[in-house]
């Protein structure tokens, strides 16, 4: 989508949001390269922060290129947030009902559309207790990459999380002094081996795995420092809580759980 369609609404986020955003914090840029100047593409991306998809579409929007998000459908209920979501053409999740399949169709007609869907495949904010990208808890990405075999780019961002913490609350906000946002886009990824294979649970797995490995790749570039060799997986991590709580082992069940307090993200 070319900057003269980026549309009436998008424009008016902007205006709003993007004052304040260059205030409270610096931006550290990279790989905007990356994003495809024409046609329909996918964007995967981590989540580590309740503003992170500002600090995303804000570098997003600079290239000309404004994302579609998947969202909560209660986000597009009345006020002034629902209209913005209307109208900025996001794409509305009805989780556990026959309209889920919705959000899917949307997806697809968009990028065959030419635009840009933005996907989180960890599906809430991650739990890693170092702040590294979860194992991929939604099949949702790969699914419409292997239906349109659009391009798909990596992004991984940090610099949200240190201001506004996974979970926080008001007090635990640190705005100041303040932080630099990083968003980094990587080359598009190379998923041709998979197109012709029947898109079963165990070949979406796999799909997205190599999705969530390049924006993890991405992110220890932006910390300069190796991801570690395993990703944390919050449902292991639950499930070897709930076991230590039935054998009496509170230090199993404090350590596997440790990072599962907060309110599950939309």
Known sequence: MSRHKVGFWYRLAAVVL???LVVLFKRDWRGMEHIPAESGFITVVNHNSHIDPLSYAHFQFNTGRVPRFLAKNGLFKGGVVGAVMRGTGQIPVYRESTDAVGAFRAAVDAINSGECVAFYPEGTITRDPEMWPMAGGKSGAARVALLTRAPVIPVAQWGANLAVPPYAKLKQL????????????????????????????EVLREVTDVMMDAVTEQLAGIRGEPAPAERYDHRKAVARRRAGA??????????????????KDA
């Open 18 to 20: 993007k004052p304040p």
């Open 174 to 201: 640190r705005l100041f002094p303040r932080k630099t946002l990083t968003v980094r886009a990587g080359p598009p990824l190379d998923l041709s081996a998979y197109y012709d294979k029947e898109p079963t649970a």
């Open 246 to 263: 039935r054998r009496g082992d509170g230090a199993v069940a404090r350590g596997a759980g440790q990072h599962d307090e907060g309110k």
